[in-house]
């Protein structure tokens, strides 16, 4: 199980990090990029709930990565011009190119959060583990509730 998660999970950084290095993307690459990075993280998320449960240390600290990967990452898929439209499926609001501070600072929270969960596994102490958790889920919810329409 942890094996095959991993597999998806080093797979999708690896092709996003890998189109990037291709040169700029396309507007539309981006938004098609992002959403599935957000899925990705989605069910992330969702398993390490359940190894933070399980108190699976080093599996919790492996998915805790692709938090900390993709939050350095997240600028760079969206372009100017790649808020939601009619046409392009996208829920990004058109308040993250007219507050792009408040933006970067919900980014760099999310980052900030994904970093003091991983300092909690090392750490092993349950309740900080379950604190900091909380405040990773609370960055998603902050973030989707200013910036997704
Ligand atoms: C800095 C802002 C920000 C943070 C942090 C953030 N999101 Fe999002 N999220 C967005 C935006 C903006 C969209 C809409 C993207 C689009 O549709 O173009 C989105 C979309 C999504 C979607 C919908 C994808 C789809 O199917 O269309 C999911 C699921 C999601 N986010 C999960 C998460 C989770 C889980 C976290 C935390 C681990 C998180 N997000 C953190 C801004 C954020």
Not at 60 to 88: I, Q
Not at 101 to 114: M, P
């Amino acid at each position: 199980m942890f094996s095959r998660l991993s597999n998806l999970l080093i797979w999708s950084v690896t092709l996003f990090l890998a189109s990037n290095s291709m040169g700029s993307l396309s507007v539309e690459e981006a938004v098609q990029k992002r959403i599935k990075m957000f899925k990705s993280s989605q069910t992330n998320i969702k398993e390490l709930s359940k190894f933070i449960r399980s108190g699976d240390i080093n599996a919790s600290s492996y998915l805790v990565d692709f938090h900390v990967r993709w939050s350095e990452e997240m600028l760079l898929v969206f372009p100017a011009g790649s808020e939601a439209s009619t046409s392009n499926g996208s829920d990004a609001s058109s308040d993250i190119w007219r507050d792009t501070t408040g933006f970067k600072k919900q980014v760099a929270q999310y980052n900030l959060s994904s970093i003091a969960l991983r300092e909690a596994l090392k750490s092993k102490n349950i309740i900080e583990i379950n604190e900091t958790f909380e405040g990773l889920v609370e960055s998603c919810k902050s973030c989707h509730k200013q910036f997704r329409n």
